[in-house]
């Protein structure tokens, strides 16, 4: 009885990880009792199309590391990360890290605004998992974030943000800022 039981939870589970775009290969490694072909097939069920052939993406989470990575993406992984790291305390399985917190980034960022794919975010999971991936503090706000390739600045996205806008600021000249800010004097 528990085996049927645990077989239904692990295809429920396969079901709403293709839905949420995971490629077959990371199901499998999600939920190793399934086999390869039989994967392919319920991608395809479920997403009415047949998986990206190719590649895997790269097994760490090193997109977040590259000389390309944004501000804006760091602060993405960020959130992601922190939802990660969270459940992986309460010792989810790897599977329902990936399920819940992307679903909670999705919830705390616009489906629309989202820089990462759920198969980026499985590379994460593995990446927190492993120590390979951690969360640094912000010397500012404390706020805790992944801090990317180049942008070793102690400080989080927002904060560099901040800091940056202030800078700008204030290496414009003193009559653009008093203009501003002071609405009887141009």
């Known amino acids: ?29 999600a939920i190793p009792s399934f086999k390869s072909q039989m994967l392919v097939g319920l991608y ?12 895997m993406p790269a097994r760490d989470a090193k997109f977040l590391y590259s000389e390309h990575t944004t501000h804006r993406l760091c602060l993405h992984g960020s959130v992601l990360a922190c939802s990660m790291e969270r459940l992986l305390e309460h010792h989810f399985d790897d599977a329902l890290v990936l399920k ?20 980026r975010a499985w590379t994460m999971v593995r990446a927190l998992r492993a120590k390979k991936l951690e969360l640094v503090p912000c010397s500012y706000c404390q706020a805790r974030y ?33 203009a501003l800010f002071l609405p009887g004097k141009k």
């Open 1 to 29: 009885m528990n085996d049927l039981l645990k077989q239904n939870q692990d295809m429920a589970l396969a079901i709403e990880l293709c839905q949420m775009g995971l490629r077959p290969g990371f199901v499998q490694e």
């Open 44 to 55: 395809r069920k479920v997403q009415g199309k047949t998986p990206v052939k190719g590649n």
């Open 100 to 119: 819940y917190a992307y679903e909670d980034y999705l919830h705390q960022i616009a489906k629309g605004e989202a820089l990462i794919n759920c198969n």
């Open 146 to 178: 992944v801090d990317g390739y180049r942008m070793r600045r102690n400080s989080c996205p927002i904060c560099y943000q901040l800091k940056k806008r202030r800078s700008d600021f204030l290496n414009r000249p003193t009559e653009t800022r008093n």
